[in-house]
């Protein structure tokens, strides 16, 4: 329905701007029209008889004709010390700038691309409307309340409109109701057309009744919290100005969903104490927190070094040397104290990470470019790196396990069971004409399939699912369909009997030239073969069909393809021979009898061939797949069984919506965590579920506390009642081919091939971006240590430090832009789905890697301190140790300088690999941007260090020096060989770092503040506010503990009035488990015989067996629904004071 952002013209605006034209109120309010709206078929027939006396009425209070729109619409009109002195402020200003711009670019460029698709999809959406008795084409943000829209084959509806005139019109309310059937729309029986529903057949003409947030499909984005409360916004609105122009409404409207612009004030505050806390992605919770931790122990040192360096400073001159402060010499003092800050800030510097949101954001873009290739469209960045700690996936499986297109797989043909579509030339040419004819006229002519649109794409299949698999079937058979029909068009059939759920088959009459009838008949296969008296025998002659054969093939046969997940069709034929008197045709049943059974052939929707193996790596890589359906539980349960969710001999559920419902509510019809704890480990399949139960699900999973780790739930969707799942979830997936607007809106990530496996590539992908910012951390961590305790050391030991501000700023530019985008851009590998995920609690520095940063610093250390303190022997220069303020640069700390570069740069190459593997160079060259990257710093390092001069603080270095600098960086490859053969877990003594906020961490008043993500460094600066809090909460929570013992022990064990359940979402204060029924949509009419509906307080049965094996393996899997009633029953004084706390 095009971008629903897109086509939300505001209701208000509109009102207003229609006011203006016509100078006069309308005679329909909007709460009229909307409740009208919210009404189906003969109520809402009802109802217009009943106010407006019929469509044209409500066409009059529009002040609209079929052919005119009200008037014309007012639209609003738019509206420096020494000459090298300044390098060092400049260098530093540059490396800000270069971080920041970087960081701006990326941001600048992912909006870029956002605004760039939306506003291409708000000019190509068009509608056509007739205003002004001229039928023109409008974008649909310009729709309009009263508008007469014209509906034609393939249109997907932008508002909610009341048919005026139809012709034959069929909509597929399938992505708002969940119902697959197309609903025949009539002046006389079903006139409500809703938005975001596809025309599927026929033409006519609507006037238009609600548009934007008002419409169905806007009511359901209101639900998403996509808008606030759109009266109140109306009488705010009027009350500040009674004139507002129509494009304020809309521009109100255009924002974009998630966006709180021109919401005023109040309404924001309103709306944050209305919405839950914003929690933040597993990643950026402990990176926060990791940043936080480091912050401090940087501020630290880097004042304990000024500290240090000042005391050092005075004592020795004024205490020491007894020098007195002399006036003149003040400048010379104050100098001297300025080096001294800013050697404490190049600490500062050097300690704090500020290339990691750089490494974050960058390994984001750069998995989210390479993720489109891959199928999976990201709109929110963090997404991807959530579905690396993905526990749980709950799917589709129309169209994402399946491949959506019926196809008949096995049938049943000249006395032969065919497991597989048989060859041509097996069956008997008399019986394939009959195939061919019969299948060719007895499908409804709309049915047919089409060339694919793309090369190497499937045959697209048009109309009836079940009739193009029949068709298709004759192409297998390298039969053609078409010939047949273009032999007999549609007007020389003689009487067809269309299908419908009474008859549940479909019969169409032919008249041959010689005067004799023949019909063909096809359906369910246990109701025509009732009707078969005969069937084709091998050499395909009619032979005796007795009772007793029907009963061998539905043992056979049939229930062997049921079994398996198929839908059996039997394809029948019957003569009238032409002496006879022609039949009275209008007599069906007893034209639809005394059959010749042709074959019976068993259909199903086929598993995706890649899908088996992709749920495989699930299941190795700890993710559980739970299949949520609508489809039937036998079908649900087979598929299932052949994608390799369910495994024989496994121990696990199949529900069904309405059992599952039964379980997890209580006798007042509220949903319990505990009820919902007590199913979903071991469910994997939901059969006949509603969009209801699949949020249900999901809520359930992701609150419960069965397990430590909180777990983390994927979820996919493609119908517009997906919505609020979607949003629920931790990512959600919407489909890109035959997912709804809305869908896309409430989703994380768009499949733009509506397939499985891209799912499988999005974890391997999340789980490269955690580890790719762990490689990061685990080299930056490394050069932190060094280089601060570098400074430290050599500022307080030698007044000096050995690297220079300028030189710290070009370490700080290697391990911090370059690194990360170096170690940031590693392609993922298989390797990443063979391990468990990390889960929201598994620190992001590992002990192996703070194994590996100690280990490298150690050796670096080592090496600066040599050179450092003996160096000048070493290598036989001059010391440049206790130098004077402005002497020129050294070879010596050159030496370093140099040495501590070429250390970084080999350390990077070792910092790839984090799980303690040996070989540290495996694919690197699939990583081109590494090896330029390295290559680039190396061949810069050698311009600083030879043409670099004062600016750098760097002297000339000989050949013979530079080879010893890359020697003992290459050393830093051969340490860490030494390093991984210590197992890590004999270093009992190394803790891990970068924890995930625990959620007790937390504390409750803090989730109910406003909707902002949890600062840590905020939280610090609260400690106090929050204690006081706690201390409130602790006597309230006490006074509470009281009164409910005291009102339960003497009011004589009252059950508490009032319990609030665990969940609010559609649960409604009357719902009863026996009115459960109508919730579920039932798809086909198999339900009809269900069982009566279950009284509220008897025991609800044990699941039958066949619902929780797929194969009879023995396992009887029985749950206990008293368990929970016998530790805290809902009348007993433990259970009140449960609940109240």
Known sequence: MGDMANNSVAYTGVKNAVKEANHGDFGVTLAELRSLMELRATDALHKIQECYGDVQGICTKLKT???????????????????????????????????????????????????????????????????????????????????????????????????????????????????????????????????????????????????????????????????????????????????????????????????????????????????????????????????????????????????????YFVIDTFWVQKRPWLAECTPIYIQYFVKFFIIGVTVLVVAVPEGLPLAVTISLAYSVKKMMKDNNLVRHLDACETMGNATAICSDKTGTLTMNRMTVVQAYINEKHYKKIPEPEAIPEKIMGYLVTGISVNCAYTSKILPPEKEGGLPRHVGNKTECALLGLLLDLKRDYQDVRNEIPEEKLHKVYT?????????????????????????????????????????????????????????????????????????????????????????????????????????????????????????????????VTGDNINTARAIALKCGILNPGEDFLCLEGKDFNRRIRNEKGEIEQERIDKIWPKLRVLARSSPTDKHTLVKGIIDSTVFDQRQVVAVTGDGTNDGPALKKADVGFAMGIAGTDVAKEASDIILTDDNFTSIVKAVMWGRNVYDSISKFLQFQLTVNVVAVIVAFTGACITQDSPLKAVQMLWVNLIMDTLASLALATEPPTEALLLRKPYGRNKPLISRTMMKNILGHAFYQLVVVFTLLFAGERIFDIDSGRNAPLHAPPSEHYTIVFNTFVMMQLFNEINARKIHGERNVFEGIFNNAIFCAIVLGTFVVQIIIVQFGGKPFSCSELSIEQWLWSVFLGMGTLLWGQLISTIPTSRLKFLKEAGHGTQKEEIPEEELAEDVEEIDHAERELRRGQILWFRGLNRIQTQIRVVNAFRSSLYEGLEKPETRSSIHNFMTHPEFRIEDSEPHIPLIDDTDAEDDAPTKRNSTPPPSPNKNNNAVDSGIHLTTDMNKSATSSSPGSPLHSLETSL
């Open 499 to 627: 299908f419908n759920s009474v008859r549940k088959s479909m019969s169409t009459v032919l008249k041959n030239s010689d005067g004799s009838f023949r019909i063909f008949s096809k359906g369910a296969s246990e109701i025509v073969l009732k009707k078969c008296f005969k069937i084709l025998s091998a050499n395909g002659e009619p032979k005796v069909f007795r009772p007793r054969d029907r009963d061998d093939i539905v043992k056979t046969v049939i229930e062997p393809m049921a079994s398996e997940g198929l839908r059996t069709i039997c394809l029948a034929f019957r003569d009238f021979p032409a002496g006879e008197p022609e039949p009275e045709w209008d007599n069906e049943n007893d034209i639809v009898t005394g059959l010749t059974c042709i074959a019976v052939v068993g259909i199903e929707d086929p598993v995706r061939p890649e899908v088996p193996d992709a749920i495989k790596k699930c299941q190795r890589a700890g993710i559980t797949v739970r299949m």
């Open 65 to 311: 004709s079929p052919n005119e729109v009200c008037g014309s619409v007012n639209v609003g009109e738019e509206e420096e010390e020494s000459e090298a002195g300044w390098i060092e402020g400049a260098a530093i200003l540059l490396s800000v700038v270069c971080v920041v711009l970087v960081t701006a670019f990326n941001d600048w460029s992912k909006e870029k691309q956002f605004r760039g698709l939306q506003s291409r999809i708000e000019q190509e959406q068009k509608f056509t409307v007739i205003r002004g008795g001229q039928v023109i084409q409008i974008p649909v943000a310009d729709i309009i309340v009263g508008d007469i829209a014209q509906v034609k084959y393939g249109d997907l509806l932008p508002a909610d409109g009341i048919l005026i005139q139809g012709n034959d019109l069929k909509i597929d309310e399938s992505s708002l109701t969940g119902e697959s059937d197309h609903v025949k729309k009539s002046l006389d029986r079903d006139p409500m057309l809703l938005s975001g529903t596809h025309v599927m057949e026929g033409s006519g003409r609507m006037v238009v009744t609600a548009v934007g947030v008002n419409s169905q499909t806007g009511i359901i984005f209101t639900l998403l919290g996509a808008g606030g409360d759109e009266e109140e916004k109306e009488k705010e609105k009027e009350k500040k100005d009674k004139k507002t122009k129509a494009q304020d409404g809309a521009a109100m409207e255009m924002q974009p969903l998630k966006s709180e612009d021109g919401v005023d004030g109040d309404e924001k505050d309103k709306k944050r104490a209305n919405l839950p806390k914003k929690e933040k992605s597993v990643l950026q919770g402990k990176l926060t927190k990791l940043a936080v931790q480091i912050g401090k122990a940087g501020l630290l040192m880097s004042a304990i070094t000024v500290i240090i360096l000042v005391l």
